[in-house]
Every structure is written in structure tokens, then in C-alpha cells.
């Protein structure tokens, strides 16, 4: 890396947007904050981009652009708002990589427009190939953008294809941990509360992440992201639960051979690494030590009680906009969740019957993924309000 690259972040008051410029601030050798992007969170929207001075931030909600302007008047920040400004930012000339760590479908239209435009992309943002894989991955190819994994799982997968991209993959392992409700049974997770399922035992992350987590469906994304990622089938990707979250993907090859990528659960390390490649570059992170490990455990995951899994890979195995609809029926899901509209276990009633209900198309194209992600929610909405 001779030259600093200028990084756009999109959901930079984020979990994942905060933890990457911790990154950049740990190197500022390498990387130039060029654009800083949120939905809702002016005020740390403000004090990022007075502390990092990017060339311009993006306030989506259009209510809090009076505030973000006058806080950054004395600056040579510009200020723009709107879903628009998010999708016009990405397309600078002056940006190398887009870092996409906006929540849920919002991240789909930024990420086409970043790629379209030729920019590199660390994909945090899992829904983007949830919805639309088959669409991002050969509009990728045709501007020959490349994809860098943010999440631990696919960072790990991609970690341990470095030099093996010649060797042809027989099985991906995605680990997961299992979250707070690992080995729970249907009957207690009747009653489980959103305090409760947002109390992840290793990980710190937003809350929808978090509850998509402790049901099980954020693994379910992850299988069909790393099928467009890696350009492998559904057979191919197997999931297994690993309570400690040390080991955070594996790879078996065509000889028998497994490699694992191993490290503590900091999101920091993938985060660096996308950034980075091909370069590793040193940090300060904490080590693992064996010594404080001395078991490492593995179990089959448990997909009649945690169904978000089982119907995520169903999607997968039916293709065209089914992902699509899995997807926004989930998030609307998680969403009354967390309003305590509907219990845990209901999130995957509504999900499965969203799926059944919706219109299956076999090869959207992108005005048709939009209407399904809109029909879709609807449907769920609807069904949550019979419910409530």
C-alpha cells in the first residue's frame, strides 16, 4: 500500500462504521476518510467528521440536515441529505473503497451505484447479497469490482482462500455461536423477551444484527451471502455451532484438508483486513491464547426450534427473489420484535408465511427486487397486525 486510500463509509455511526475508524485512526498512513455517511445519529454524525474532516457527509434523514450543517459550518465539510446524496456520494472520483455497514436492504442501491461507478467494495452489509446476489455479482464482474468480506465468517473464508484460489472448494463451514437461546427449547423461547435475546454472549452488535443472531436467521443470511460470495452451491455450505466463537469459518478441499481461521471475536481484524488487501498490517488487537481455551466445542445446530435457519436455506435451494422476500419479511419481523408486537418464535411464522404468500419470480431484474422487497413487507405488516 504506497498510497493512502480514501475510504467512503456508509453507516458510519454504526457498530461496525465506528469500529472501522478505529481502524483508520490506527493508521493514518494508510487511510484518508473521504465520506461519512448515517441514517439518524446527527450528533455523532457531527463529532466523527469533526474529528476526521472527510470531504463531505451524508445525513439520510433529511430533518436533521439544518443541525449537521450549522455544526460543521466552520469546517470545509459539505453537508448533504437524503437516500439520494447516499446513492450520488459513492460515485466520487475521489474514493477508493466503499466500506457498506448500513443495516438491512437500505445498503442494496448504494452499493450497485458504488460498484457501477468502479469502486472497490468492503461488504458489511450481508443483505446486499441476500437480496440480489446473482444481480451485485455479475454487475461486479462486468465493472471488475472486487468484494471484500467484512463479516468474521466470510472474512475467514476469504482468509483462507489466500493462495488457494486455484484449488477447487468441497465444503465451507460457517461457525456460529449460537447465541443466548443455544440448546433453549421451543417452549421457553415462547416467553423470551427482546432484553433477553439482545444480550449476546460474545459479540457486540446493533440490535437488529443481535436479535437476527439469537434466532438463528443472521446465519441463514450468511449461507446465502457466502453462496454468491465464494460461487459455491447449497450443498456445499454446511453450519455448525461453536459456543465460543475462537474459530470463525473453515474450508475443506477437494483432498480432505480443512484450514480454519482462528482469532478472538473482534469485528476490527476482518474489518482491517478488507481494507488492507493484500497487505496485513500490524495492530494492537488483543491475542488469543490456548491457554485460556483449553476446550473448543462443536454441535450440530438445532433447526426445528430455530427455524429462521432451516427456511433461509429453503429460500437459497428455491432461488430467483425468494431470498428477497426471506429477507424483508425478516426485517419487519425483527422490527415489531423489538416493539414487543410479536413474540420470538412468531418472527418465524410471519417469515415463512411471507414466503408462501409473496409472488416467486425465477430471474428478477433490479426494478423487480424492489417490488418484491416493498410487496413483501406489506404482506408481513399485514400479517403482524392479525397478530397483534
Known amino acids: ?18 469500529q472501522t475508524l478505529e481502524v483508520i485512526k490506527s493508521h493514518p498512513d494508510k487511510f484518508e476518510v473521504e465520506v461519512l455517511t448515517a441514517q439518524n445519529n446527527a450528533d455523532l454524525l457531527i463529532q466523527q467528521a469533526l474529528e476526521f474532516r472527510p470531504n ?19 469546517t470545509d465539510v459539505k453537508v448533504f441529505a437524503g437516500e439520494k446524496a447516499l446513492g450520488q456520494v459513492v ?18 442501491l448504494p452499493t450497485i451505484k458504488a460498484i457501477e ?83 449476546h454472549p460474545n459479540w457486540d452488535m446493533g440490535a437488529k444484527i443481535t436479535i437476527d443472531s439469537a434466532s438463528l436467521m443472521n446465519k441463514g443470511l450468511e449461507v446465502i451471502e457466502a453462496k454468491w460470495l465464494f460461487g459455491v452451491t447449497q450443498e456445499q455450505i454446511e453450519v455448525i455451532v461453536h459456543p465460543q466463537s475462537i474459530i470463525h469459518s473453515l474450508i475443506q478441499f477437494e483432498d480432505g484438508s480443512i484450514k480454519a481461521q482462528l482469532g478472538l471475536p473482534d469485528m476490527r481484524i476482518p474489518i482491517q483486513f478488507a481494507l488492507s488487501y493484500p497487505e496485513r498490517l500490524k495492530a494492537d488487537f488483543p491475542r488469543f491464547d490456548f ?49 414487543d408486537e410479536i413474540g420470538f418464535l412468531e418472527m418465524s411464522d410471519c417469515i415463512e408465511e411471507t414466503l408462501q404468500r409473496s409472488r416467486f419470480i425465477e430471474h428478477p431484474n433490479l426494478d423487480e427486487y424492489i417490488e418484491t422487497d416493498k410487496m413483501s413487507r406489506m404482506i408481513t405488516e399485514q400479517l403482524i397486525k392479525s397478530k397483534v
Open 91 to 108: 460515485e466520487m472520483d475521489s474514493i477508493d473503497v466503499v466500506l457498506t455497514a448500513l443495516v438491512g436492504y437500505s445498503g442494496l
Open 291 to 339: 491457554a485460556n481455551y483449553p476446550s473448543l466445542t462443536f454441535e450440530q445446530p438445532d433447526i426445528e426450534t430455530f427455524r429462521n435457519l432451516k427456511l433461509a436455506f429453503q429460500a437459497l435451494e428455491q432461488g430467483g427473489n425468494a431470498p428477497c422476500i426471506l429477507n424483508a419479511a425478516n426485517e419487519i419481523a425483527v422490527a415489531a420484535f423489538l416493539r
Open 117 to 199: 461507478a468502479g469502486k472497490q467494495i468492503a461488504l458489511a452489509n450481508k443483505e446486499t447479497l441476500v437480496v440480489a446476489g446473482e444481480l451485485i455479482t455479475q454487475l461486479a464482474r462486468e465493472k471488475g469490482v472486487n468484494i471484500y468480506p467484512v463479516d468474521s465468517e466470510h472474512s475467514a473464508i476469504f482468509q483462507c482462500l489466500v493462495g488457494e484460489f486455484h484449488n477447487p472448494i468441497e465444503k465451507l463451514i460457517l461457525t456460529a455461536s449460537g447465541g443466548p437461546f443455544r440448546g433453549k427449547t421451543r417452549e421457553f423461547l415462547k416467553y423470551v423477551t427482546k432484553e433477553q435475546a439482545l444480550k
Open 1 to 18: 500500500m504506497s498510497e493512502k486510500k480514501n475510504v467512503a463509509i456508509l453507516g458510519s455511526t454504526g457498530s461496525i462504521g465506528t
Open 56 to 74: 463531505c457527509v451524508v445525513i439520510v434523514n433529511e430533518n436533521h440536515y439544518q443541525k449537521v450543517k450549522d455544526a460543521l459550518l466552520a
